[in-house]
Nanobody, 126 residues
């Protein structure tokens, strides 16, 4: 049974940094891309960042490009989201997602991810 568990959210002042972690346990391989999405109150869940199976390729939403960095350590089945220069508009519940085995390429589409975590709250105060 695949489980995706996020950690690392919290409250931070504008301009600060946070690092989110996500472990995908129960996987038998690392041939899958992973991504981060976020959902603010009253809004849709939107794409934030994605990383290919081997970690060589990354993709970012325009509003986080240059501030956020996604990375992964496959030996730990873990992906990270380093968030710098945080803004109040970054406040949201952040969700980690994993594609099924064999889907190594990145995607911005929610429907392409088969496994989701429960989310972790990030709040940026002004």
């Amino acid at each position: 049974q695949v489980q995706v568990v996020e950690s690392g959210g919290g409250l931070v002042q504008a301009g600060g940094s946070l690092r989110l972690s996500c472990e995908a346990s129960g996987r038998t391989s690392t041939t899958y891309a992973m991504g981060w999405f976020r959902q603010a109150p009253g809004k849709e869940r939107v794409f934030v960042a994605a990383i290919s199976a081997r970690g060589f390729m990354t993709d970012y939403a325009d509003d986080v490009q240059g501030r956020f960095t996604i990375s992964r350590i496959n030996t730990k089945n873990t992906v990270y989201l380093q968030m710098n220069s945080l803004k109040p508009e970054d406040s949201a519940v952040y969700y980690c997602a994993a594609r099924p085995d064999g889907f190594a390429g990145m995607s911005r589409g929610r429907s392409d991810y088969g496994y989701w975590g429960q989310g972790t709250q990030v709040t940026v105060s002004s």
